[in-house]
């Protein structure tokens, strides 16, 4: 999973600067809405509506703007008609990046996707350009006081999982796409509700960053994460934990 940690970084940095929680809480609305719309408008028999459900409480979100946004979504009072995109493309360094959105305007997304790329040393490439260096899982987290690294080891294999990375931050399940909803709920049975539950992108290789790549990168992903379509943003990047706190301080 090498990688992936310099998310972990990237949301401190921008929780400690208390960065658009309002911006977050739409793009939450706006995948509670297309999940409500994909499927039933019931979290219980809808599971990619209940995991975007905990995503929003784990954020916080009120419990009734979660319960407008499903209604909304089911036609009780109209919704806008959104489609999901991804696009994919190279920052600086070489990065690998991609871009997933929730859009009603294609037209308007690519525009400012393309926009960030251009002005921050990144090239947008072709549908499939990267996505090659990536691997696409499921992945389930718990906090370390549900359960022993064994036991959670032991429920997530038995349910289907793949792996398992347990830390004194909590446990990560990992699955495949295929298998993810049945792992998910297999694990809510025994422990409850996860932190999080998600499809995501997983770098298979990655590049390491000095000061000056990480900045750069960093500046692209903020300006790619400032359009309200935009609700993922995924690259194969590792940042080492002394040019994070250059950068920090």
């Not at 208390?18 to 994909?38: G, H, M």
């Not at 251009?118 to 549908?127: D, W």
């Not at 400032?226 to 301080?249: R, T």
Request: net charge negative.
């Amino acid at each position: 999973m090498a990688g992936h940690s310099q998310f972990k970084n990237i949301m401190h940095r921008k929780g400690a600067q208390d960065i658009r929680r309002a911006r977050q809480f739409a793009k939450l609305i706006r995948e509670i809405t297309v999940s409500a719309k994909q499927g039933l408008p019931d979290p219980a028999a809808n599971p990619r509506l209940r995991a975007a459900c905990a995503a929003a409480r784990q954020s916080n979100m009120p419990r009734d703007t979660i319960e407008r946004a499903i209604k909304k979504a089911a036609g009780l009072g109209g919704s806008e008609d959104y489609v999901e995109v991804r696009y994919e493309g190279y920052g600086p360094s070489g990065v690998a990046i991609i871009v997933e959105a929730l859009t009603d305007n294609r037209n308007r997304t690519a525009s400012d996707v393309r926009t960030a790329f251009s002005k921050h040393g990144g090239t947008l490439g072709e549908s499939n350009s990267v996505s090659f260096l990536f691997e696409r899982v499921g992945v389930i987290q718990y906090p370390a006081s549900i359960a022993t690294a064994d036991a959670m080891l032991e429920a997530a294999i038995e349910a289907g999982a793949d792996d398992v990375q347990s830390t004194a931050d909590g446990h990560e399940v990992i699955c495949a796409v295929e298998a993810f909803f049945a792992v998910r709920d297999a694990l809510e049975q025994q422990f409850g509700e996860p932190e999080t539950a998600k499809l995501d992108w997983r770098p298979t290789t990655t590049t390491t960053l000095d000061e000056d790549g990480a900045r750069a990168v960093l500046k692209l992903i903020d300006a790619i994460d400032d359009s309200d379509d935009v609700q993922n943003v995924y690259a194969n990047f590792e940042i080492p934990e002394a040019v994070m706190q250059a950068i920090e301080n």
